[in-house]
């Protein structure tokens, strides 16, 4: 992902998870904050439960808040869901935040979350 993301060429770069557990047809409200003047827009599966199209095992919400409650207090996050793999970048802001990376893989999601607060740049969630 991150070699992806550092290689693409548009003016703003979005990626989602390939179950599509964020509805592609919520890319609008990335873009529209984007447009906004946002750098990144973080997408949310937990601002509104009723729009999420693919619902997670009971065992996997759990753990999973579970190490976002973890991942937030250790970095500092104030972004409730830094999980989601659904979000948007200007071009400038992919650029500065996934050079920072040194994480590849799965934990790449939660780090792309922290960077943004160390590089200082304005954010804004969607559903």
Not at 23 to 50: T, V, Y
């Amino acid at each position: 992902m991150r070699n992806g993301i550092l290689h693409s060429l548009g003016e703003v770069v979005m990626f989602t998870d390939a179950d599509l557990s964020a509805p592609i047809e919520e890319a609008d409200g990335l873009l529209a904050a984007i447009a906004a003047g946002a750098d990144i827009a973080i997408g949310s599966r937990w601002l509104e439960r009723a729009r999420q199209t693919i619902r997670q095992p009971l065992y996997r919400q759990f753990f999973g808040r579970c190490f976002n409650a973890v991942t937030r207090a250790v970095m500092g996050l104030r972004f409730a869901d830094t999980q989601c793999g659904f979000k948007a970048f200007t071009r400038s802001a992919a650029q500065t935040v996934f050079q920072l990376q040194t994480i590849e893989r799965w934990a790449s999601i939660p780090r792309s979350s922290s960077s943004p607060s160390s590089a200082a740049t304005a954010s804004t969630k969607s559903p």
